[in-house]
Structure formats: C-alpha cells, structure tokens
C-alpha cells in the first residue's frame, strides 16, 4: 500500500536513525580531537598532581630516617611511576634541579637526551595550552623531526627541588579519531539497514490492530454491528478499540431507535392515510344512509301539503311512511354516536359482577314479538345461574345486536340458538341462526361500519351496518375476543366473558 502507515513508520524511524547517526558522526568529526586535548590535559594534570604527591610522601620518609636527603627513589615509588606512565600512555622524566643528574626512573638519562627534551620544550612550534605558573605549563609542540605532534607538561615538583617533564603523543589521539569514525560509519550503514528490516517488521504490530478496526468501521458502515474488538491493551489502541465498541452499540441502539421511530411514523401514517379514508367513506355512508329516508320524509311531506290524497287513509298512512323513516335516523344517529363514545374512550367502563344468564333471558323477553311476527323457533336451555365480570349495560348492548341480527338474518328452518359454554376461567356466548354462510372474503369485513354483505335485504330490514360495529368496539373496551363463524345450516356470532377477576 503505497501510503501504508507501517511503510510511513519504517520510513521516518529509518531517517531518525540515519540522522542520529550522521550527528554522532559530524560531531566526533568535529570535537572529538578537541575533546581528546581537553581529557590529555586532564591525564596529564592528573599525573603530575599524582607524581607530586608521591614525591612528597617519599621525600617525607627521608626526612624522618637517618640518613636526611634523597639521592634516589625507592622501587615503591618507581613501580607506581611505571604503571602509570604505561596505563596513560605517558613518558615521564624527572630531573634533579642542582646538578640535573638523572634519577633513577624511568631508566638511565643522559644530560644529551635530557637537553634534547628541553630544547623540544622550548620549540618556537608550540602553543601553551594551560599555565600553572607556581607548578607547570602545558604546551602543544610539534617536532619537526619526526613530524609529530605532542602534548608537553614541564614544571617542578612542590619541594621545587626536582623538575618534572611529562610527555603524550597526540598523533594517536587523530588516528583513533579516525578509525572510531570510519568505525561509525560502517556501524551506521549496518545498523541503519538492520534496523529498517526490524522495523518493517515490528511496525507489523502497531498496524494490525489499526486495521482490525478499520475492518470494524468498514462493517458497522454497513450496519453490522455484531463484530466487537477484542481489548487486550491498556495503550492508545485499546482505548479506541474501547470507543469503537461503545460507539458500535450506541450506533447500533440509536438506528433501533430510529428504525421503531419510523415504523412508528409509518403506521401513524397510514392510519392517519386509514382515518381520512374511513372519515371520506363515513361521511359517504352517512350521506348515503340519511338520502333515502330524507327523500322519502321530504316526498311524502311534500304530499300532505299539496293534499295529494284527500282521503284519511293516505294521509294516515303518508304520516306513518314519516315517523318510521325518522325513527330509522333516529337509530342510526343514536348507534352512531354511542360507536364513536365507545371507540374514543368517552364511555365509562364500569367492571361488576352479574348473572349473564339472566341478560340473556331479558334481551330474549324483550325482542319475543319479533320471534312471533317472522316465526323463528328459539333454543335456549337456561342454565344455572353464570356470574361474569363486565360493563352490564355493553354486554347487554352486545346480546341486543347479535339476537337483532340473527332475527334480520334468519331464513330456512327459522331456528335461532343461544349457547353458553365455559371454557376455564371464561364462558362463551354464541347465538346461531339457520340461513346462509357468510362469504369469506366478506368475515374480516362485517365489523366495519356501514359494510353491508347483502345491501338490499339489509335495506329491507332498516339495517345501517353499525350493530357489528358497536359489538366489536364494546368487546375491545373490555379486552375480550368476538368472533363470527359459518356453520353447516348457518352462521354463529360469539363473545367471551371472565368469570373470575
């Protein structure tokens, strides 16, 4: 991948080291040689301070024996000369003032070779580098014989009885420069390529978890938000890790959310879309059911006024055509709005306890006459007394309509049935007449208001299409089931009822 974060990783921590690198490089270049004089001057005051103090000490120890002055220095002495100009890689020379006879360390000196150490010292190619003038001075001196450079410390002794000559070479110091460059350089190259392979590599495992996540990110852009990422770190990457995870089941709660709000939205929608449809077909049905008998109230008045019979039978009967077509309003305007208390929550549940067994027998008691006029033959075994839980005066509401259907309904053998079966904790009321099934693709629809399975004959009795309509809406009020189902010789219509709370 060509802007790969684990290429980017590897690239800059590659420069980094090349960089660290080249600055280790340009600055030995550049002090190191004048940090090797710095610590040279510091061996070489060192030693003298060292030489100084054993000279003390020893001269001290003549002193203190018989014998009183020192005419040479003891092996002790001379050892400890020796391994240090041997471990600092210094030449070291002392010289009695007096006489300048060489003393005994490092080995025999001649007054040749110390007068050739004095005129180095006094070489016009020299630079002082440091000047203790009670003690020594420090010189950088080239010596043209052998073409060297070196580091000189002249001075005397505290007793200022001996002189003292200490010499380091420098041309070591620039070759050791040299090779710990090079050194450097080749350490560079190799650590340089070593460490970008390593890199590559371990840049691996900063990279993988990023692109576990990318993954997850990619998936919950699709709305799967199943996939979690396993925290096993407490650095950066677990904490987002962390993020992610509670952003996916936040992301994942809040389209829930919204997708229940929508659907919300959308069923109020189409019940609103529902609810104008049913307000147009009401106002249509209502428009529909009040034209005939207002025309018919409207005609016939319109007939007693212009005396279009004369005789008292017609007008009788012309007044009578009125009431009825009035009365029908009446009903129909009384059904209706007792549905629309019922169905908006404006009629008062009032939950008791009475005997359904004796409703029944009321409701039948009441519409007797009509079982006479159409010659309907009535099966009721009463039972025991049935004590229910329910808003009496609905449930009487609901018999009411289902023996006044079953009565506009009945046809063949004339027989209409009331049933009462327990069933637990709830007990069935059904009413069955003989006649004709109810067509199937017309049972969901009888409970709606002014639907009408066989508009003539329901014309013929007065009927509007409301009854079924108050029964469904009196048996929701209640939370109980209603039902119609079509029988072999008819059709039954049953409710259900508690029997205990």
């Given at each position: 991948?060509?802007?790969?974060?684990?290429?980017?990783?590897?690239?800059?921590?590659?420069?980094?080291?090349?960089?660290?690198?080249?600055?280790?490089?340009?600055?030995?270049?550049?002090?190191?040689?004048?940090?090797?004089?710095?610590?040279?001057?510091?061996?070489?005051?060192?030693?003298?301070?060292?030489?100084?103090?054993?000279?003390?000490?020893?001269?001290?120890?003549?002193?203190?024996?018989?014998?009183?002055?020192?005419?040479?220095?003891?092996?002790?002495?001379?050892?400890?000369?020796?391994?240090?100009?041997?471990?600092?890689?210094?030449?070291?020379?002392?010289?009695?003032?007096?006489?300048?006879?060489?003393?005994?360390?490092?080995?025999?000196?001649?007054?040749?070779?110390?007068?050739?150490?004095?005129?180095?010292?006094?070489?016009?190619?020299?630079?002082?580098?440091?000047?203790?003038?009670?003690?020594?001075?420090?010189?950088?001196?080239?010596?043209?014989?052998?073409?060297?450079?070196?580091?000189?410390?002249?001075?005397?002794?505290?007793?200022?009885?001996?002189?003292?000559?200490?010499?380091?070479?420098?041309?070591?110091?620039?070759?050791?420069?040299?090779?710990?460059?090079?050194?450097?350089?080749?350490?560079?190259?190799?650590?340089?390529?070593?460490?970008?392979?390593?890199?590559?590599?371990?840049?691996?495992?900063?990279?993988?978890?990023?692109?576990?996540?990318?993954?997850?990110?990619?998936?919950?852009?699709?709305?799967?938000?199943?996939?979690?990422?396993?925290?096993?770190?407490?650095?950066?990457?677990?904490?987002?890790?962390?993020?992610?995870?509670?952003?996916?089941?936040?992301?994942?709660?809040?389209?829930?959310?919204?997708?229940?709000?929508?659907?919300?939205?959308?069923?109020?929608?189409?019940?609103?879309?529902?609810?104008?449809?049913?307000?147009?077909?009401?106002?249509?049905?209502?428009?529909?059911?009040?034209?005939?008998?207002?025309?018919?109230?409207?005609?016939?008045?319109?007939?007693?006024?212009?005396?279009?019979?004369?005789?008292?039978?017609?007008?009788?009967?012309?007044?009578?055509?009125?009431?009825?077509?009035?009365?029908?309003?009446?009903?129909?305007?009384?059904?209706?709005?007792?549905?629309?208390?019922?169905?908006?929550?404006?009629?008062?549940?009032?939950?008791?306890?009475?005997?359904?067994?004796?409703?029944?027998?009321?409701?039948?008691?009441?519409?007797?006459?009509?079982?006479?006029?159409?010659?309907?033959?009535?099966?009721?075994?009463?039972?025991?007394?049935?004590?229910?839980?329910?808003?009496?005066?609905?449930?009487?509401?609901?018999?009411?309509?289902?023996?006044?259907?079953?009565?506009?309904?009945?046809?063949?053998q004339n027989i209409i049935e009331v049933k009462l079966i327990q069933r637990e904790e709830v007990v069935r009321i059904a009413v069955f007449n003989t006649g004709d099934n109810i067509p199937e693709e017309d049972i969901d629809n009888i409970w709606i208001k002014f639907y009408k399975v066989d508009k003539a004959r329901t014309r013929e009795y007065g009927g509007n299409g409301i009854g079924l309509s108050i029964v469904k809406a009196i048996m929701n009020s209640l939370n109980r089931e209603c039902g119609v189902v079509n029988r072999q010789a008819g059709v039954e219509f049953w409710f259900e009822l508690d029997t205990k709370i």
């Amino acid at each position: 991948m060509k802007h790969s974060i684990r290429v980017r990783i590897t690239a800059v921590l590659t420069v980094l080291t090349i960089f660290t690198i080249f600055l280790c490089w340009l600055i030995n270049q550049t002090f190191l040689v004048d940090y090797y004089m710095y610590s040279k001057t510091k061996t070489l005051e060192e030693a003298y301070e060292f030489v100084d103090q054993l000279y003390q000490n020893e001269y001290k120890d003549v002193k203190d024996s018989d014998e009183g002055n020192l005419d040479s220095i003891s092996d002790d002495v001379a050892l400890a000369l020796e391994k240090l100009g041997s471990n600092k890689n210094l030449s070291i020379y002392i010289f009695d003032i007096d006489d300048l006879q060489p003393l005994k360390y490092p080995q025999g000196l001649t007054i040749k070779q110390y007068n050739q150490i004095k005129d180095l010292s006094e070489s016009t190619h020299r630079k002082i580098i440091k000047n203790e003038k009670n003690q020594y001075q420090i010189y950088k001196v080239y010596d043209e014989r052998t073409d060297t450079n070196n580091l000189n410390l002249v001075g005397s002794l505290s007793d200022k009885e001996q002189q003292i000559f200490i010499l380091t070479n420098l041309e070591s110091m620039n070759e050791s420069a040299h090779i710990a460059n090079k050194f450097l350089a080749y350490v560079g190259v190799a650590v340089t390529c070593i460490g970008t392979m390593i890199m590559f590599f371990i840049s691996k495992s900063f990279t993988k978890p990023i692109l576990e996540l990318s993954d997850i990110a990619k998936k919950m852009s699709d709305l799967d938000f199943d996939v979690k990422y396993p925290v096993s770190r407490n650095d950066e990457i677990g904490q987002l890790g962390t993020s992610i995870n509670i952003l996916s089941e936040r992301l994942e709660e809040t389209i829930s959310e919204l997708k229940t709000a929508n659907n919300e939205l959308k069923t109020d929608i189409e019940n609103k879309i529902q609810i104008d449809e049913m307000r147009t077909e009401f106002l249509s049905n209502v428009t529909h059911e009040l034209k005939t008998p207002i025309a018919l109230i409207q005609g016939y008045a319109e007939g007693l006024k212009d005396n279009v019979n004369d005789d008292e039978e017609s007008k009788e009967f012309y007044c009578d055509v009125i009431v009825d077509e009035a009365m029908k309003m009446n009903n129909m305007v009384k059904k209706l709005l007792s549905l629309n208390q019922i169905e908006y929550g404006n009629n008062q549940v009032n939950m008791e306890r009475f005997d359904i067994v004796a409703v029944i027998k009321s409701v039948l008691a009441a519409t007797e006459l009509f079982f006479q006029q159409k010659n309907v033959v009535l099966h009721f075994e009463e039972p025991d007394p049935i004590y229910v839980w329910a808003d009496e005066y609905m449930v009487e509401e609901v018999v009411t309509n289902y023996i006044s259907n079953a009565l506009n309904h009945v046809s063949g053998q004339n027989i209409i049935e009331v049933k009462l079966i327990q069933r637990e904790e709830v007990v069935r009321i059904a009413v069955f007449n003989t006649g004709d099934n109810i067509p199937e693709e017309d049972i969901d629809n009888i409970w709606i208001k002014f639907y009408k399975v066989d508009k003539a004959r329901t014309r013929e009795y007065g009927g509007n299409g409301i009854g079924l309509s108050i029964v469904k809406a009196i048996m929701n009020s209640l939370n109980r089931e209603c039902g119609v189902v079509n029988r072999q010789a008819g059709v039954e219509f049953w409710f259900e009822l508690d029997t205990k709370i």
